[in-house]
Every structure is written in C-alpha cells, then in structure tokens.
C-alpha cells in the first residue's frame, strides 16, 4: 500500500511537472516603426550631411566670378570666400589676423580637393620694381607655406609677384598703401 500510495504521488508529481516546467516561449516582437526609426536613424545622418556639403559647394561655385584676365592655364575664377590678407610695410609675415584669415580660406579649399590656387603677392608703390617684385614673392610663399602646414596640399598652389604693378587702391598714402600690401588668391578653373 505504502508503495502503490508513493507510486500514486510520484505519478502525480511527474504531471505536475510536465504541466508547470513546459511553458510557452513569449515572443516580444519589436515595434516596426522602432526597428525602421532605428534603422533610418544612420542614413538620416548621413544623407544631412551629404546635403550640407551639397550646400557648401553650390555656395561655393555661386561665389566663382571669372576675372578679367585669363591666366597662363587658362581661365582664372575669384571667389569672395577666399579672403586677402594684408602685411606691415616691408615685411612678409604672417600677422595673427591674417592667419585667423588663411586658416578660413584653408578649410574652405581643403573641403574641395580638385580646386587648384594661385596667390598673388602685392606691394605698395614704395621701392623698386625689382625690390617689390621680391617682397611680393617672399609674401606669396609666407602664405603657401602656412597653408601646407594646415593640410593644404602643395600641388594644388602655385604663387606669382606683381609687385607694385597691381594696386588694389591707385592712392598715394598710408591708407592706399596698406589696402595694397596683400596676398590675394584665385582659382584656376578645372
């Protein structure tokens, strides 16, 4: 009896655990609209940043106006986002707003790897031709060298001196002069 009675418990014990120790497996299923949001998210980014940069470039060309003289490789395109920047009289360096100045026109050209530069060396009406002719070049190549070293590539800037030959104000004092003492800068199309 007292077998057929641990028999009886054992039985109903052994259902009782196929019954409890089987349960269902609970699916959670993910919202679509979460998944695909989650999923978007990514191409969302990346499709605002392709806009911007879309943007910056339409922006960009729109600024391009041909110049009147055609350069040695063709035509020449200014640009009123590369700024000029100015030098103290008879010198050739770099002054802390003017490379405020190349670090903007830098991060623009580096943002379009296929333009290619010239920069323009400029003196005042003070000194020789040949004297000038140099200080312009010396100036032309300050700017080329700061620009390489913020990540501009050397190949894509090439500079030339005008000298006193180009004044930007035709003006016979210290305002004209300073105004005339630049580098300035120009794109050579593609």
Known sequence: ??????????LILCFGLILTGCPKKTVV?????????EELAPRKEKAAKEEAKKGREKEF?????????PGIEGEILESKLLKDIHFDFDKYDIRPGD?????GNAALLIKHPTVKIQIEGHCDERGTIEYNLA??????????KYLISLGMPADRIS?????????????HNEEAWAKN???HFIIFSK
Do not use: H, Q
């Open 61 to 69: 060309e729109k600024s391009l106006v041909a110049k009147k003289e």
């Open 181 to 183: 003492r630049r580098d």
């Open 99 to 103: 490379a405020e100045v190349l670090k």
């Open 29 to 37: 299923k993910e919202e679509p609209s979460v998944k695909r949001a």
């Open 135 to 144: 200080l312009g070049e010396r100036r032309a190549n300050s700017a080329k």
């Open 159 to 171: 500079t030339i001196s005008y000298g006193k030959e180009k004044p930007l104000d035709p003006g």
């Open 1 to 10: 009896m007292v077998r057929k009675s641990l028999s009886i418990i054992i």
